[in-house]
């Protein structure tokens, strides 16, 4: 089982790409809903607890990832600081 959270409780997962794979990740629309198959588990910093800053997985190809769909109500808020 996986575990991370951040400070204010939710779960915390991050996805790296490097290569070909983020030129071409680059290219799908804010909105586009992708599917992430068997993304490979990064292996935490030694100095880094295990619950801590969640988890990181690296997409190292295209077949990776498959566009599923698009969500139509999709926006970015413009938070307050």
């Known amino acids: 089982m996986l575990k991370g959270y ?3 409780g939710y779960k ?3 996805f790296m790409t490097f290569g070909e794979s983020a030129i071409a990740i ?4 804010p909105g586009t809903i992708i599917a992430v198959i ?3 588990l990064m292996p935490k910093k030694p100095n ?3 619950d801590q800053n969640g988890h ?3 997409i190292d190809s295209e077949a990776q990832y498959m ?3 698009y969500s139509e ?3 970015i808020c413009k938070g307050r600081t």
């Open 26 to 29: 680059t290219k799908i629309r």
């Open 6 to 8: 951040t400070a204010n």
């Open 38 to 40: 068997n993304p490979r």
């Open 48 to 50: 880094v607890k295990a």
């Open 56 to 58: 990181t997985f690296c």
């Open 67 to 69: 566009m599923i769909g």
């Open 73 to 75: 109500e999709y926006d």
């Open 12 to 14: 915390q997962i991050s």
